[in-house]
């Protein structure tokens, strides 16, 4: 029992795009990254649309903005450690402050 | 849009007043004609910085030297996996760097501009974000390369193979801007005396020549990957759609027989079985067992 609703935990996060550019290129790739090295199932939601996070091809297609809204939800049994990197790493903006961007 | 900038303790912060390093995003008329006739750059030189077509290179003017280089520009959505470049000029004057940019993009910012003591090493150190700049997308590149390669396992779909394609075409672009840096590089390096570098600056394009070079040769191996692959992945794709087809063929068969047994015992003439009183229930098992008879086939025939 205890077993199960570790694997079927689920938790959500509101997370705010602070790269001017946006949702651009190299964030893409780090959320992907980041959400296919963890054991849990992430979607991320701007607006209307929801995607797998780990699909850079669907992450690349949102085309979101700077100071956008994004509400990613996890399922898996490390949600919440998956949400906290994500949250980390939009808070510094992937690190992407360093000359460029997209 | 003008933004002016000075160097103050080792770093480029903004000075909105008498900054000596200024940087003009997409100039409007006014701006370019002050570019023009009072700093006397060259009309021609200038809209190359604003035109993505145009290559890399190093010129000598009478009060300033340009360069002129490429950079990656911004992903967008509506690129459809088209990565396209842009082109960014340095006017370096002996006491102003004037820097023209088609996009508004954060330049001075990061580790590489912590120790800046010259307006030589600040026109280096945005060359040189540049070629990372180049090495992050070609690692992005090869992340939706991936990705797409999966879709075109699975699907029929044009539209992933479309995108692989716009991928090459980003990867020759890429690999065009970069060669094309590298030989400003080169230049920059043989011209390190005309344009007063120090041999820190010069050690440093040493480094600059050795990234590019790393970074030229991995777009090359993608682009030569991706495309020596495309034809095996067009034939996944239509070997795909054969195998959705025969399927489609053989569901056509199997319930063309039963409707063409039942469609025989249907003629408006005098047939067997016409006054049989399970006629029904035969004809219903004749046509049942022709597609019974079909499967047996598919199997034996290891379609």
Not at chain 2, 73 to 83: C, G, W
Not at chain 2, 277 to 300: D, G, N
Request: proline share 3%; hydrophobic share 45%; glycine share 4%.
């Amino acid at each position: 029992m205890a077993m199960e609703e570790m694997v079927n935990n689920t938790a959500t996060r509101m997370i705010t795009v602070l790269n001017p550019a946006g949702l651009h290129a190299r964030p893409s790739l780090a959320v992907a990254q980041t959400v296919r090295r963890s054991k849990s199932k992430v979607e991320v939601r701007a607006g209307q649309q929801t995607v797998d996070a780990s699909d850079i091809l669907q992450l690349l297609s949102m085309g979101v903005p700077c100071g956008a809204e994004l509400e990613f939800e996890a399922t898996g049994p490390d949600a919440e450690e998956v949400l906290d990197s994500l949250a980390g790493m939009f808070a510094n903006r992937f690190g992407l402050f360093d000359g460029h961007v997209g | 849009m003008l933004k002016r900038m000075e160097l103050s303790g080792g770093k480029v912060v903004p000075n909105g007043d008498n900054g000596n390093i200024h940087v003009y995003v997409n100039p409007d008329e006014t701006e370019r004609k002050y570019l023009v006739e009072k700093l006397e750059l060259d009309e021609h030189t200038l809209a190359s910085a604003l035109d993505p077509d145009e290559l890399a290179r190093l010129e000598f003017e009478p009060n300033h030297t340009a360069l002129i280089f490429k950079r990656p520009r911004n992903y967008s959505s509506e690129d459809m996996f088209v990565f396209k470049i842009a082109s960014v000029g340095l006017f370096l004057f002996e006491n102003r760097l004037i820097v023209v940019l088609s996009e508004d993009i954060p330049l001075f910012q990061g580790k590489q501009f912590a120790r800046i003591t010259s307006l030589q090493e600040v026109a280096l150190k945005i060359i040189y974000s540049s070629i990372a700049h180049f090495n992050e997308h070609l690692r992005v590149i090869n992340a939706v390369s991936d990705a797409l390669e999966d879709q075109i396992n699975a699907s029929m779909e044009n539209k992933y193979l479309l995108s692989l394609f716009s991928l090459e075409k980003s990867l020759v672009y890429y690999l065009n801007g970069i060669g094309s840096n590298g030989k400003l590089i080169e230049r920059v390096k043989n011209s390190a005396v005309k344009l007063k570098l120090t041999t820190e600056s010069i050690e440093f394009v040493d480094d600059m020549i050795i990234e590019n070079q790393q970074c030229y040769e991995q777009a090359s191996t993608y682009s030569n990957i991706l495309a020596s692959m495309m034809d095996a992945r067009v034939s996944i794709v239509s070997n795909n759609l054969n195998w959705l087809i025969k399927t489609l063929t053989i569901i056509t068969i199997a319930i063309m027989l039963p409707t063409l047994v039942v469609s025989v015992f249907s003629m408006n003439v005098e047939i067997p079985l016409e006054d049989h009183p399970y006629a029904f229930w035969v004809i219903l098992a004749m046509a049942l067992s022709t597609t019974y008879v079909v499967r047996l086939v598919w199997r034996w025939k290891k379609w």
